[in-house]
């Protein structure tokens, strides 16, 4: 059973914003790290940024950094991705991850995938 699960995703034209939401649909993982990635058609899955327990602290990749923010909101069970003045190549499924045991940013950067706990995406096109 899938407990995140992202929405807002969509066709956006560049230069605009959007903003995913995951949901932890079972409130399992609020006590611990939690992060976005995407996967751009033809490549690999990457990293986007991560948020720490209790979202103290946020770490995100260089090429989104000061376009991305990533908040979480304990009391709604949920993580957020602000994305502002998109460009057709951020055009991804966008995932949200999380980790099972670890609180630190680095723990969503560091730790396998595999250890992660997975929602199923949301899709993110951006083109006039």
């Known amino acids: 059973q899938v407990q995140l699960v992202e929405s807002g995703g969509g066709l956006v034209q560049p230069g605009c914003s959007l903003r995913l939401s995951c949901a932890d649909s079972a409130r399992m993982f609020r006590n611990f790290a939690m992060g976005w990635f995407r996967q751009a058609p033809g490549k690999e899955r990457e990293f986007v940024g991560a948020?720490?327990?209790?979202?103290?602290?946020?770490y995100y990749t260089d090429s989104v950094q000061g376009r991305f923010t990533i908040s979480r909101d304990s009391a709604e069970n949920t993580m957020y991705l602000h994305m502002t003045n998109l460009r057709p190549e951020y055009k991804a499924i966008y995932f949200c991850?999380?980790?099972?045991?670890?609180?630190?940013?680095?723990?969503?950067?560091?730790?396998?995938?595999?250890?992660?706990?997975w929602g199923r995406g949301t899709q993110v096109t951006v083109s006039s």
């Open positions: 991850a999380a980790s099972g045991a670890g609180t630190a940013t680095t723990d969503i950067v560091q730790d396998h995938p595999a250890n992660l706990s």
């Open positions: 948020i720490s327990w209790g979202g103290v602290k946020t």
